[in-house]
């Protein structure tokens, strides 16, 4: 699976993920900080955009509480298809 990473700060985290998922064919998201996994996001392929978002309305507030924590993570994306957006 191609895989991405983008270097973000703690008060980015949230809406670099929500502006993720909103891309679409997103499979899972890795929130990694210091090299050590803070929380990993399993995402249903072939659900709507609108109810993945719904349904990661609890996630994201957990996200918010970490991303309030750290000053700087690593957002690991793991993308279904043969090729990777474009990095940021």
């Known amino acids: 699976m191609p895989t991405e990473?983008?270097?973000?700060?703690?008060?980015e985290v949230v809406e670099k993920i929500k502006e993720l998922v909103h891309?679409?064919?997103?499979?899972?998201?890795?929130?990694i900080h210091k090299g050590r996994p803070l929380i990993d996001i399993p995402l249903t392929v072939g659900v709507g955009v609108a109810a993945v978002t719904a349904l990661a309305?609890?996630?994201?507030?957990?996200l918010g509480a970490i991303a309030a924590l750290v000053t700087e993570c690593t957002i690991e994306v793991e993308r279904v298809?043969?090729?990777?957006a474009k990095k940021q």
């Open 23 to 31: 891309q679409g064919n997103i499979r899972r998201v890795r929130l």
């Open 57 to 62: 309305a609890p996630v994201l507030a957990a």
């Open 81 to 84: 298809g043969d090729t990777p």
């Open 5 to 11: 990473k983008f270097t973000v700060d703690g008060c």
